[in-house]
């Protein structure tokens, strides 16, 4: 718990000098900003000043100082680039803290156990294609179904990948499959099983994701009332 502590507390100082360098850069481009602004001033001067013959004249003799402009505007390019990745970076970090602070809100855990679910969500972020503040909001629609720690930790990949498969966002999926888990009263153990099935039934029907998720809205409460399992029901409804 020690190494994730301070592995959050370096992020965060990373975050800090990341605002700081951003600012810096911003400051930079805003002077070079300044320069053109009165370069372009000169140039207009000049161009009222002489005729058209001269200018023409004056300008076979300066190709060096195109490629030094060519040059600086791509380094400006690059300046920007820079700037915007350093500012995206840091807006990106501190939307995943107020996310993992929501999951902590809803869910009730203490520290320690938001530090096991804050590494699940980077373990399951780097094996699939969505991102941590995705992977966060799909472990809070599992936390507001009531899910332990425990429970999110072992749902959230399979509800990660079963959103992958079937093209879906991650939020929608955890709902659903959840719902279906206390629709046929099944354990949170099952949720591999329950993704596997939902994935099949899917992608072997005509139906859609939210098709499918609406019908069993209705259909699910009386499967389940009279004793029939989920891929039993999901199979009637294909």
Known sequence: SDD?????IREKENGQSNLKTAKKVDCDISDVVRVLQDTQQIVSSYLDENKPSDIAYELRLLPDDVD????FYQSLQKLNQVKKALVDSFKAAVEFEAQLAQLQAVT????????RLEKNVLNVAGSTKFT?????QLQTELGKLGF???????????VAETAQALGEQVGPVAQRIGQILNQFNLDAAETTRVADSL???????ALSFEG??????YI????????????ETSVAMA
């Open 4 to 8: 994730i502590l301070l592995q959050i």
């Open 212 to 217: 499918f998720s609406t019908a069993l809205q």
């Open 108 to 115: 009730g855990i203490n520290n320690d156990e938001l530090a």
């Open 132 to 136: 941590s503040e995705q992977i966060v």
């Open 68 to 71: 030094e402009v060519i040059t």
């Open 220 to 231: 699910g409460p009386l499967g389940a009332e009279v004793g029939t399992t989920f891929e």
């Open 199 to 205: 994935v099949s039934v899917i992608n072997s029907s």
């Open 148 to 158: 332990s720690v425990s429970e999110i930790e072992g749902a959230t990949l399979a």
